[in-house]
């Protein structure tokens, strides 16, 4: 199988399970999953990798990642739901929870209260968001102060290429769309590492520790105006220019810097591929794959695409909304009408049946040790 490589070199994904191709348990174990497939599904599997590696390339945040699912679901036959959608075995839907969470449902032959099918995972990834006020000025240089979102390696995004990608939401009540340093051409941003000649402080740091948070400002700027204003003042300028933002539209705006870097194979024989955002993105579009390909279900199939999965991260968009009990119930009552009780959703939801789905590393050739070996993928 394609191996999956994201970002942190030791989490190794997989588009397949090994145990439903392996003859007998004992083979997911002991045999290469490469070796359980034939000349024809290997074709399959590059197909699969080279459609991943495009959306995975466009897909960098939670916001892109549904608006690029949502282009791919409407080619594929699935309408926006509405209060008036026909829910008939077969009919395809999706539904948006505030840009962030996507809902992908196929109408299933049983009657909702015998339950549904769902699979959900997550579409957020650890990254760098800019804080309300970002914009500041230090030693000749722009620089923007942020925070950091899930579990970070710090010393991992130093030196890297940065995209700033996003939204602002201004004061005039207009939104501007921001995406810098994707593209060939475009500039990217850097959070600057210390020369090894003066960095004798930092390697006495433990590893998570060499880079603080407060230490994680990457470069935006350096040239001041040529009518002697600051680099900052210089920095305004140009977004007010480029894209209509003031200073203080920075308060209304969610914007993350992420990996610039795109989507590469590894290795002589591309037998690995390598990627910002697998965790949990590989997941939740394997899930947007298989609900794409399922015509009219048993029971009512619902891909569930959450924007947060973590405790910490609890929001009205994140898995422990009341979202998808609200969506479960909207689609009963629109098929119930005045018929609908709290209690016959609350039944449905016991009769639910779901799989919360996650990447999982497999065995690191140079750390085996962190591995439990018969419990490994």
């Known amino acids: 199988m394609k191996v999956f490589l994201s970002i942190y070199f030791n989490f190794v994904f997989f588009t397949l399970c090994v145990s439903v191709l392996a003859q007998d348990p004992g083979d997911a174990i002991s045999r290469s999953s490469w070796l359980l497939l034939n000349s024809e599904q290997r074709q399959q599997v590059e197909q699969f990798s080279s459609s991943y590696k495009t959306f995975m390339g466009k897909a960098k945040t939670e916001l892109t990642f549904v608006e690029e699912a949502i282009r791919l679901v409407r080619i594929g036959g699935f309408e926006e739901l509405g209060e008036n959608s026909s829910l008939t075995p077969g009919s395809r839907f999706y539904d948006v929870n505030r840009d962030r969470t996507l809902s992908l449902i196929v109408i299933g032959e049983h009657d909702f209260r015998q339950g549904f099918r769902i699979v959900g995972a997550h579409v957020d990834s650890p990254r760098l968001e800019l804080k309300a006020r970002a914009l500041y000025e230090a030693e000749g240089f722009a620089l923007f102060q942020t925070n950091y979102h899930g579990g970070l390696k710090n010393y991992q995004w130093t ?205 690191n050739p140079i750390w085996p040790s962190a591995w439990e070996k018969t419990n490994a993928p």
């Open 159 to 363: 030196n890297l290429p940065l995209a700033l990608m996003g939204r602002v939401d201004k004061k005039d009540g207009t939104t501007v769309k921001i995406s810098l340093g994707n593209a060939p051409g475009e500039p990217v941003f850097i959070i600057p590492e210390l020369a090894p000649h003066v960095d004798a402080d930092l390697r006495e740091r433990k590893n998570r520790e060499v880079v603080q948070p407060e230490e994680m400002d990457p470069l935006v700027g350096h040239l001041p105006g040529i009518e002697g204003q600051s680099v900052q003042e210089s920095i305004l300028e140009h977004l007010n220019a480029v894209y209509g933002i003031e200073r203080d539209d920075f308060v209304s705006a969610e914007l993350a810097l992420v990996p610039a870097l795109k989507p590469k194979d590894v290795g002589f024989d591309r037998g690995l591929m390598a990627m910002y955002g697998q965790d949990d993105r590989l997941s939740a579009y394997t899930a947007l794959q298989a609900i794409l390909e399922t015509e009219t279900p048993s029971y009512t199939a619902i891909a569930f695409l959450v924007d947060n999965e973590e405790v910490g991260s609890v929001n009205n968009t994140g898995a422990q909304a009341n979202y998808l009990v609200d969506l479960l119930g909207r689609l009963m009552f629109a098929r119930m009408g005045d018929d609908f009780r709290e209690h016959w959703l609350r039944r449905a939801l016991r009769a639910t049946q779901a799989i919360s789905s996650d990447v999982n590393p497999g065995i």
